[in-house]
Structure formats: structure tokens, C-alpha cells
């Protein structure tokens, strides 16, 4: 009986995910959601430049540029692309 209990009240209590993360960009995107975009432009970044393909490196850069920009965070220079 009580377990029962426990586990209703926690089912009550949770919130939906869309009123937990706040919004970040224009898009409609969670924190959350544009933290890992960032991760995975970075990783796709370093795979990039172990290629050597300076034409995905920009992409990856900028890709990484906009998200950094709408969390509010450092925005990375990529002094090798010419991008600053």
C-alpha cells in the first residue's frame, strides 16, 4: 500500500519535459537538445580536420559558431579557416 502511494505522488509531481528545458533558439530547441547538437558539431569537427577537408571543417565551424551563439557561450575563432 504504500509503495503504491510513493509512486503516485512522484507521478503527480513530475513536470512535462517542454515546461523542464527552456528554449533556446528561434527553432524551438531544448538546452539540452542544442548542447548536444554542439557536441556532435565538435566531434564532426575534429573527424573533419584528422581528414584534412577544410571545406567540411568550415561547415562543422560555423555549425559550432550559431549554436555557441544561441546558448550564450564563448563563440570559438578557427584562426586555421580564416574564421575569427
Known sequence: ??????????????QPVNQVHASVSN???TVGQSWGALRKAWKGYRIAKVQSD???????????R????????AVS???????S
Request: aromatic share 6%; hydrophobic share 35%.
Open 54 to 64: 577544410d571545406t567540411k571543417m568550415t561547415e562543422y565551424a560555423n555549425k559550432i
Open 1 to 14: 500500500m504504500a509503495l503504491a502511494s510513493i509512486q503516485e505522488n512522484e507521478m503527480t509531481t513530475s
Open 66 to 73: 550559431k549554436i555557441q551563439g544561441e546558448l550564450n557561450i
Open 77 to 83: 575563432s578557427f584562426p586555421n579557416l580564416g574564421i
Open 27 to 29: 527553432q524551438g530547441f
